[in-house]
């Protein structure tokens, strides 16, 4: 019987298809050592999560063995407190009960003594009444007593001040009088040496006044004086100065007219000398220029002749051979 194995995995087929397919799938096989590893690493954990079991087992018991031990413990322990919280609520009471007692001893001492207090206090305070309406009495009289002296004595006081006051009186009404009529009178000779005195500053300043007075009248006399002959000797001179000025001025322009003058005679005498030129020229001028027409004249009236004898002698050789050998040779 043969057997198809694959070669990666080890795994045993009994048809060759299975085989192929196998082989011939997307995913690749396990190979042979991945799995022997891959199995003894399970082995391996198994046997871990095993002792970790059996330790948490172990540890379960001994911790339920110390909770039930604690629950004991605890227990005792509760049933001892709740003993001794009894204890301590009977000692409780009875401190409580010993403490009313003694406040209640407390209490009754305090109010017999607060009885007895009160009573020496009345006792007290009746005495000092007694004791103070005595002296109030006797303040009261002594104070009536003075008052009465005090006013005594006040009255007489102010009879004296009243009379001393009038005495007083009269006496600065005399002396006012007195003082009065003598400032009346010093006061009039004052004013009579006052009135004497105005009358004479008065005197003495009309007088100064007047002689000011007579003294500038006198200076702006003597100053208008001045200033009138300052005036007219300004005036003479500016007068004597517009003179010589108008003078100079007056031969300044007849010496420019005389000078004008002659320029214009000058100037006329040589227009005239000019024009005369000028005459002269043109009229030598004509005179050669009729003279020149006279000669051309005479010149073409001598060549006019020249050709009549010309044109006779060619017409007529003959005879003015002849009559030039009649007529006399100086007539040539
Ligand atoms: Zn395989």
Redesign the pocket.
Known sequence: MTKYV??????EFKKKSNLDD??SRKKL?ESYEDRLAREKEQKEKEKEKKQIEKAHKLAMKEENKFISHLDKVIQQTEEHKKLQEQERQNELIRQQELKKQQEQEELRLQYERQQKYEEQEMLRQLELKRQRDQEEMIIHHEIQRQKEQEELRRQQELQKQKEEQESLRQIEIQYQKRQTELRRQHDLKRQKEEQESLRQIEIQYQKKQTELRRQQQIQKQKEQDELIRHQEIQRQKEHEELARQQDLQKQKEQEEMLRLKEIQRQTEEDVQRQKEHEELARQQELRQFHENRKQMLLQQIEQKNNEQVRRYERTYEGRFKKTLGLLPKSSY
């Open positions: 694959c070669e990666r995995c080890k795994k196998h082989l096989c």
